[in-house]
């Protein structure tokens, strides 16, 4: 890199001009001493002007021999205007330090919300901060590609994304821990998930641009809630700005995908959001006339652009008391994907699964994200602030998906085109909504030696997906002609009702009193005590009617007796709908929790240590069960989690950062119920005998911080995890040929690793790189085959294998390159993101797990500033067409009479997922 420096950077800058003088210098925090970026450098009397690069530095060039004056202004600084003396050449280096003009940050608390929009004071934070964190700043996020949390958290290191149906991100994977070892704050308070079988927040609710940084904790304080072995993501929302400021954008763009298809919706203006039981009653009988017909009325075409906007206005009044900030973001995105999935099933004593049948999937997605943001806090004095803030986020996605299904049996004939087909279209509305109102206090007692904070809080998230319908047809292939005939006789028309409501009624508690503070030294001693008690209560709804054709049109024929699905004359076969199921439910949480902790700082060594107690009482009840065995169920425990952090200062700039701490995973009430249903191409199950899994996680860190908005982190963490809750396919124990999908646990589990994270600048060109090897191992009992000896006959096997944790990728890496001219208006970033193989789902049999094979997917985007505010943005994702690819690690030989090309490399390619590039271009509005 330093070769290369060294022959590039004089082509690049020391380009001279005939007959005339140069300048150069760096501006300086005069506090921090780090590099300012944008700061604005004026020779007086000239007309020359130019701005700070990213490392602080910059040039004029072709100015006149002499007496000159230069001034340098900054926002949120004092200005700068010195006389200097410009010599024909060897003029010397100048240096200036800037005095800020407002007040620094001193300390970071969890729940603040001060600075962080910025990369510069985001790299202050990370310094500052108590325990192990990354941070992308509200600018970074800005000029990025992404448009959702989720998607920005692809760029943090040690962490990957799980994408959904469409290719954007939805789940976050910290340091090879899956989604449901982590939790999701907002301002510091946690947030309910509107997941129907999960704990985790799908992070693609949230609109990345009502952010003001987004945090990742790596570890955790007692005053943490301690349900976090992978970590914690803190959204902190915009805050009040001191002067008026407007931000606003609106964009639009469209998916490449849909210039090569069109795209296929249906009717959901119709759909009830209550079944015909919760409409009737339970002892209704429904009729074909109680189920709309808007869900079986599909549309083929091409969809309207893509449409994104956002809008903030934010000031503060009276004196800077009064902070109001009020945030909307809205965005309306058709996207998709095409996904070709292998069935397969293990036969016999083979080690590796056959191939039965293939399905090739369609998915049209139409998605409606809203979200909005207010907040008011106000001042009364130095020691007393109140702030009120309300978040509202809304999913909706309208999802059709069709599938083409080739069974490989007798009939099937690649060579002459013949073979059986089974034509499904699911058509599916999801509606998921998080709502959070938190009251927050903050004050400062008897001299600054007593601190209380507080706070209140009201949380619900909702799941509503109504009127979810499957239909199938029987179809052949005759002569390479496709053609639909008659409905699936064994596959009757599906229509469910599924619903679940979280509420969560929260208070938090947070006591700091000064032993002592030395003026003379940076000794300081502080007792922190607190907790919080949460009150969460789930109801959980399932309904679910199954309609078939009547006997007399059992044979009718698609295309010649009836044109459109429409058009078929059904009975309903469970008239009363499948009300008794265990999917109908209410639950609840109650959690106390408590900490004490002390916090020392000294000249060179800050240390915070102490322990929280965690109090869990955890219940459902079935409303309707079904013959269940354990119709009412709870867990009730207590934790004990202690924590130390430690961080030593080598120098201003440099420090070594450890930690140690113990947390817990809670299993989700949907995990524990009794239930069993059908959601993909497997049955699940509960688990009412699932434990909680309890860790102990040990952190160290080299962190450097050079420069404004530089960093090189370097550190390695070890996870050691009892009893961890992973999710295997099982054999029924009356049904053995039965398998279904369900959560245990499984021993002890080991995840451990290393990563490094380098943010550069060089003037205009910044880099900003990360990787993070990481190594885990669980042992699972699986299934295998062989022949008994004495009977002959065949029988099934325990064989204990160890592997990888699901969703633990080996390799990620992030790298971004950037370029920022601040005086011409650029930015423009290209990033490129690389998640190595992981297990994406734990089979039944031994060796037969499905693999996610690694993959790179690359990003862009790039803003022009013009005068009067404005801006220009575009942004591409997905430029590679990456897509999402599933094997098995083995071969079968029979897999060998289907005539496509699945096999490679001794692996056996599953599922194949493409999802097409998406582009848009927006106009951006800011004032302030």
């Known amino acids: 890199m330093n070769k290369l420096l060294q022959i590039f950077l004089p082509l690049l800058f020391c380009v001279t001009v005939a007959n005339a003088a140069k300048i ?3 501006v300086y925090d005069k506090q921090s001493g780090e590099a300012l970026v944008g700061a604005t450098v004026l ?7 130019t701005t700070t690069g990213l490392d602080g530095s910059f040039e004029i060039k072709g100015v006149n021999p002499g007496p000159a004056t230069i001034r340098i202004s900054y926002l949120t600084y004092k200005n700068i205007r010195k006389d200097i003396n410009i010599l024909k050449e060897d003029n010397p280096h100048l240096k200036f330090y800037m005095e800020s003009a407002s007040t620094d940050l001193n300390e970071v608390v969890v729940r603040a919300t001060a600075g962080g929009s910025n990369d510069r004071d985001a790299r202050r934070i990370e310094q500052k901060a108590t325990q192990v964190m990354n941070i992308v700043s509200g600018k970074a996020i800005e000029v990025s590609p992404d448009l959702t949390v989720a998607n920005v958290m692809q760029r943090v290191s040690g ?8 290719g954007d991100g939805q789940y976050a994977i910290l ?23 999960y704990r985790y927040v799908p992070l693609d609710l949230f609109p990345s641009d009502l952010l003001d940084r987004l945090e990742v904790y790596k570890t955790l304080t007692p005053n943490l809630e301690g349900d976090a072995i992978g970590g914690a993501v803190n959204m902190v929302m915009k805050n009040a700005p001191q002067r008026f400021q407007v931000n606003a954008n609106l964009a639009t763009g469209y998916s490449q995908l849909f210039f090569d298809r069109n795209f296929t919706s249906f009717n959901s203006s119709s759909i009830n959001s209550k079944s015909p039981y919760e409409i009737h009653g339970r002892d209704y009988n429904a009729t074909q006339a109680d189920f709309p017909k808007g869900p079986l009325d599909y549309a083929s075409k091409k969809p309207a652009p893509n449409l994104v906007g956002s809008l903030s206005l934010g000031q503060r009044f009276f004196d800077n008391k009064l902070g109001v900030i009020l945030a909307g973001s809205y965005q309306n995105t058709y996207r998709g994907s095409n996904s070709t999935f292998y069935n397969t099933a293990v036969a016999g004593t083979d080690k590796y699964a056959v191939i039965t049948s293939k399905s090739y999937r369609e998915y049209s997605e139409q998605q409606k994200r809203l979200g909005l943001h207010g907040k008011v806090d106000y001042v009364f004095d130095k020691n007393n602030k109140l702030s009120l803030y309300n978040v509202y986020v809304n999913l909706q996605n309208q999802q059709l998906r069709d599938a083409l299904g080739t069974t490989y049996n007798g009939v099937y004939d690649p060579a002459n085109g013949n073979a059986e087909l089974t034509y499904t279209t699911r058509s599916r509305l999801t509606k998921q909504e998080i709502y959070n109102s938190t009251l927050h206090g903050d004050h400062n007692l008897f001299n600054d030696k007593f601190k209380v904070q507080w706070s209140a809080v009201y949380s619900s998230a909702r799941n509503e997906v109504p009127d979810n319908t499957t239909i199938s047809l029987n179809g052949v292939e005759q002569n390479f002609v496709d053609k639909r005939t008659t409905l699936v006789n064994s596959a009757p028309i599906q229509r469910r009702w599924e619903r679940n409501t979280d509420e969560d009624k929260a208070g938090y508690l947070d006591l700091t009193y000064n032993i002592f503070k030395n003026t003379n030294t940076a000794n300081k001693l502080d007792l922190m005590f607190g907790g919080l008690y949460r009150d969460k209560q789930r109801s959980s709804f399932f309904n679910n009617y199954t309609l078939a054709p009547v006997p007399s049109d059992i044979s009718k024929q698609y295309g010649v007796d009836f044109q459109n699905y429409t058009d078929l004359n059904l009975v309903v076969t469970n008239p009363t709908g499948a009300v008794a199921n265990p999917l109908t439910y209410d639950a609840s949480e109650k959690t106390s929790a408590g900490y004490g902790m002390l916090k020392y700082n000294a000249d060179k060594l800050e240390l915070v240590g102490g322990v929280r107690v965690e109090h869990t009482n955890q219940d459902y009840s079935l409303l309707f069960p079904a013959g269940e065995t354990r119709p009412n169920g709870s867990q009730v425990y207590t934790d004990v989690l202690p924590s130390v952090n430690a961080k030593y200062h080598l120098t201003d700039k440099a420090q070594l950062h450890a930690s140690y701490y113990k947390a817990v995973n809670r299993p989700g009430f949907y995990e524990i119920v009794p239930s069993k249903v059908v959601n993909e191409e497997y049955q699940e199950r509960g688990n009412p005998d699932l434990k909680r899994a309890l860790a ?17 982190l370097v550190g390695a963490f070890y996870k050691r995890i009892k009893d961890p809750i992973e999710y295997t396919f099982q054999p029924d124990p009356t049904r053995g040929q039965d398998i279904y999908y369900t959560p245990g646990n499984f021993g002890t589990a080991k995840n451990y690793g290393a990563e490094i994270d380098y943010i550069k600048f060089f003037n205009k060109i910044g880099v900003k790189a990360n990787y993070t090897y990481t190594h885990s191992r669980i042992t699972t009992p699986k299934s295998a085959r062989r022949v008994n000896a004495t009977t002959g006959d065949l029988e099934t096997y325990l064989v204990d294998q160890t592997r990888p944790l699901y969703g633990q990728s080996a390799h990620i890496a992030n790298l971004s390159l950037l370029y920022k001219d601040t005086k011409k208006g650029w930015d423009v970033q290209i990033a490129g993101a690389y998640t190595g193989e992981r297990i994406n789902t734990v ?5 037969n797990d499905l693999w996610q094979k690694g993959f790179i997917q690359m990003d862009a985007s790039a803003e022009k500033r013009f005068a009067k505010n404005f801006s220009v943005f575009v942004k591409a994702n997905n430029i590679l067409n990456t897509p999402t690819k599933l094997f098995i690690k083995g071969t079968n030989p029979a897999n060998d009479k289907i005539a496509e090309d699945i096999v490679h490399n001794g692996q056996t390619l599953i599922r194949a997922d493409y999802y097409g590039q998406s582009y848009l271009l927006g106009l951006r509005y800011k004032f302030n």
């Open 24 to 26: 150069k210098g760096h």
């Open 43 to 49: 020779l007086e009397n000239t007309g020359k002007a």
């Open 159 to 166: 962490v990957s994304i799980e994408r959904n149906s469409n």
């Open 175 to 197: 340091r090879g821990m899956d989604k449901r070892y982590n939790y999701t704050l907002v301002n510091g308070v946690k947030i309910p998930s509107p997941d129907n079988k």
């Open 696 to 712: 102990d996680n040990y952190d160290l860190r080299y962190e450097l911080f050079p420069g404004a908005s530089e960093q090189l």
């Open 843 to 847: 089979s039944q049999f031994l060796d």
